[in-house]
């Protein structure tokens, strides 16, 4: 009888919020865009604490560049599911449309997620 023990597993990546946060805004736009940067800030008041996420996405192509207009008209008004998070404030602050050489739509959002007690 041979002792071949198999290796441990290596521990899986523990998701943050800020993780899901980047998920729930791919699924809001079907997947159509590609997160090109996401910053991430503590913040807190008084009465919450929470992390404040800035989060650019491009959209490429004709399909890509009309999700992302849906994307866009949706996200102040989104009703966002993440564990232990509250979405207080989400709202595009910046947005750029090129047409040539090809249709690209760049999209900055801001997003408050508060910690829910």
């Known amino acids: 009888m041979s002792d071949e023990r198999q290796p441990p597993k290596p521990p899986r990546a523990r998701r943050t919020a800020g993780d899901r946060m980047r998920e729930a805004l791919?699924?809001?736009?079907?997947?159509?865009?590609?997160?090109?940067?996401?910053?991430?800030?503590?913040?807190?008041?008084?009465?919450?604490?929470?992390?404040?996420?800035?989060?650019?996405?491009l959209f490429a192509g004709d399909e890509a560049v009309e999700a992302g207009e849906r994307f866009v008209a949706a996200l102040p008004d989104h009703e966002f599911a993440i564990p232990g998070q509250l979405v207080a404030d989400a709202g595009v602050s910046e947005c750029e449309h090129r047409l040539l050489p090809s249709p690209r739509l760049a999209v900055t959002c801001e997003l408050l997620l508060l910690e829910e007690a």
């Open 26 to 57: 791919l699924a809001l736009c079907d997947h159509q865009g590609q997160v090109i940067e996401h910053r991430e800030k503590a913040w807190a008041s008084i009465t919450f604490a929470g992390t404040r996420h800035t989060v650019a996405l």
